[in-house]
């Protein structure tokens, strides 16, 4: 299974506290758990990025993978990590 992880903070005092680091700890340990392999070039991550726009580095890798069918499975800590609009998530 090609799992894919993705992590966001949007503000610069998130970034600097780590935040996303603390996500992607929690998806790793959670894809462990499920027996899941994550490989390096399947982790996103957006720093100090806000979710009201859909224009960030990382969510465009991901969606550009996703479309490529290369990925079977994301996680994430919230669906918010995505977009802040619901619309947007879907």
Do not use: C
């Not at 990025?49 to 079977?72: F, M, T, V």
């Amino acid at each position: 299974m090609r799992v894919a992880l993705y992590a966001r903070v949007s503000t610069q005092r998130q970034a600097q506290a780590d935040g996303v680091a603390q996500q992607l700890d929690r998806l790793l340990a959670h894809a462990a758990e499920q027996g899941w392999t994550v490989v390096a070039e399947n982790i996103f991550r957006d720093d100090g990025y806000s979710g009201a726009g859909l224009k960030r580095p990382g969510l465009e890798r991901l969606r550009d993978r996703a479309a490529l069918r290369h990925l079977d499975r994301l996680l994430m800590t919230a669906p918010d990590r995505l977009a802040r609009q619901y619309v947007h998530q879907v």
